[in-house]
């Protein structure tokens, strides 16, 4: 059929593709209806009509589209991440592995082959989706989940501007576990020696003269200038010298003891001083010997 429409149109010329296309199907058209065919005398469209139309099954009511499967496992705030956005799913699935199946704009969660969470696609990165009906009551304690009193337990080990800041974090949030990631990373810019730091950052965040929303991102830039801070500030450092004089230290094996002669003055260099404390020091041993 190919070759038989670029033959008949191969001398003709188009001025667009529509008009193209018009031609084109007229011809599929002709071609379709032309008798004989393969010797019989009735049409291609004709023998489908007949023998090969009542075969179809109905086209499905949605357009096929591609679908991705993801392997994946529910934090503690009973979220899965996803190309960087967090889903909820029952929090009793917490620390479980799960299956992502995404089919255009549709999200679904399955474990055991059983869809436990269905979401649509979030377009805004870093963002979470959460089902209310998800969300554990309050009063419900288990290990396997993150909550307002670990983190809040977690941040008075550092210090009462650490729990404000968690606190007022986890108090701005529309569902409280949207929070839990931000907490967990905040806390951890304290590892090391970095406690008092961090807690000098989240004072000044929450101060009353620089009060700004916290999050991990303000906590961390406020990290970040109070390092810059240190860093700039002049430090003196005391010559070796008097560093070994104050804590008492000899001189290193092959110099020559030279503290007194500084607290003395540089007279104490002369040759005159150094050969009568040699002829004294060798006197006295002689002596020592005598006796």
Not at 86 to 105: L, M
Not at 222 to 239: D, E, K, M, S, V
Request: aromatic letters at 6%; glycine letters at 6%; proline letters at 5%.
């Amino acid at each position: 059929m190919t070759n038989w429409v670029i033959g008949r149109l191969a001398d003709r010329r188009f001025a667009s593709l529509d008009d193209l296309n018009e031609a084109i199907a007229a011809e599929v058209d002709a071609i379709n209806d032309r008798t004989p065919f393969r010797g019989h005398q009735i049409s291609r469209r004709n023998l489908f009509a007949e023998y090969e139309k009542s075969e179809l099954i109905a086209l499905p009511e949605a357009r096929w589209q591609p679908v991705i499967w993801k392997k994946s496992k529910v934090n503690r705030d009973y979220h899965v991440e996803i190309a960087t956005v967090k889903y909820s799913v029952p929090h009793t699935f917490a620390g479980q592995h799960v299956d992502v199946k995404i089919t255009g704009h549709a999200l679904t969660v399955m474990s055991g082959g059983e869809v436990i969470a269905s979401h649509t696609v979030s377009g805004r990165r870093h963002s979470f989706v959460t089902e209310p009906d998800h969300v554990p009551a309050q009063h419900l304690q288990s290990a396997d989940l993150w909550s307002r009193a670990y983190f809040v337990r977690q941040a008075h080990k550092i210090g009462p501007n650490t729990v404000a800041a968690i606190s007022d974090l986890l108090d701005r949030q529309r569902i409280e576990a949207q929070g839990y990631r931000s907490c967990q990373n905040i806390l951890a810019l304290a590892r090391g020696d970095n406690k008092q730091l961090l807690e000098r950052a989240c004072g000044q965040l929450i101060s009353e003269t620089a009060r700004r929303a916290i999050s991990y991102t303000a906590v961390k830039q406020q990290l970040a200038a109070l390092r810059t801070q240190a860093a700039a500030r002049p430090t003196t450092t005391p010559p070796a010298a008097a560093v070994t004089t104050a804590l008492g230290l000899e001189p290193p094996p092959g110099r020559r003891d030279t503290r007194g002669a500084h607290l003395a003055g540089p007279e104490q260099f002369s040759l005159t001083a150094l050969t009568g404390r040699q002829s004294t020091s060798t006197g006295t041993s002689s002596q020592e010997e005598l006796q």
